[in-house]
């Protein structure tokens, strides 16, 4: 089974400000897909960024960028000039890549609040 | 493209009775998930089809809960009879193979 683990259950930042979210997981297969998904009050679930894991350069997004660690299983969120419309839920997520579709593995989510 | 679309929004329903939950995907995707969210578990997958064949159902919680796809372009999840427990949101989402998955704006279901 794979799990995704995020040890952060609530962040706070100053707009504009830098944040970084964290993300571990574990998994036996060796193709993957990795994803963050941001969940704003409104509850839509919302596809921020998404890293194929047999690439070795890390995704961007304009202000979004993640840190990928194959061999340390890692996958962090990085916000660049945070906004208050960043405030959300974010999840980090995992899929298998072989084949067909396949369900999502969620994070329990981290909580991010951007202060004015 | 509408996205995928999902009714009721909200569900208020008493203890015992059937719900049906119901999920159009976007058109041209060929795989079918089923969400819940709650506090407690988080993001869970309880069922996915590809090409309207269920795949993995290991995640439905027991007999209570049915899905069927009886076309490329509709979805039900059934919870018969219902229990408080299951008050959650439920999110359908469609993808074509193993790209993004789409999802739609989620069913609020409160079961009292």
């Known amino acids: 089974a794979q799990t995704v683990t995020q040890s952060q259950p609530e962040m706070s930042v100053q707009e504009a400000e830098t944040v970084t979210l964290s993300c571990t997981y574990d998994?036996?297969?060796?193709?993957?897909?990795l994803f963050w998904y941001k969940q704003p009050p409104s509850r839509q679930m919302i596809l921020v960024i998404r890293?194929?894991?047999?690439?070795?350069q890390n995704a961007t997004e304009n202000r979004f960028s993640v840190n990928f660690q194959k061999a340390a299983k890692s996958f962090s969120l990085k916000i660049s000039d945070s906004q208050l419309g960043d405030t959300a839920m974010y999840f980090c997520?995992?899929?298998?890549?072989?084949?067909?579709?396949?369900?999502?593995?969620f994070g329990k989510g981290t909580h991010l609040i951007i202060q004015p | 493209d509408a996205g995928v679309i999902q009714s009721p929004r909200h569900e208020v329903t008493e203890m015992g009775q059937e719900v049906t939950l119901r999920c159009k995907p976007i058109?041209?995707?060929?795989?079918l998930f089923w969400y819940r969210q709650t506090m407690m578990r988080g993001l869970e997958l309880l069922i996915y089809?590809?090409?309207?064949?269920?795949?993995?159902d290991s995640g439905m919680p027991e007999d209570r809960f049915s899905a069927k796809m009886p076309n490329a372009s509709f979805s039900t999840l059934k919870i018969q009879p219902s229990e408080p427990r299951d008050s959650a949101v439920y999110f359908c989402?469609?993808?074509?193979?193993?790209?993004?998955?789409?999802f739609g704006p989620g069913t609020r279901l409160t079961v009292l």
């Open positions: 058109s041209g995707h060929n795989s």
């Open positions: 997520a995992l899929i298998n890549s072989g084949g067909g579709a396949d369900g999502l593995t």
């Open positions: 890293q194929e894991a047999y690439k070795q």
């Open positions: 998994t036996s297969e060796n193709n993957y897909y």
């Open positions: 089809f590809n090409n309207n064949v269920p795949i993995d």
């Open positions: 989402a469609s993808s074509f193979l193993n790209n993004e998955q789409f």
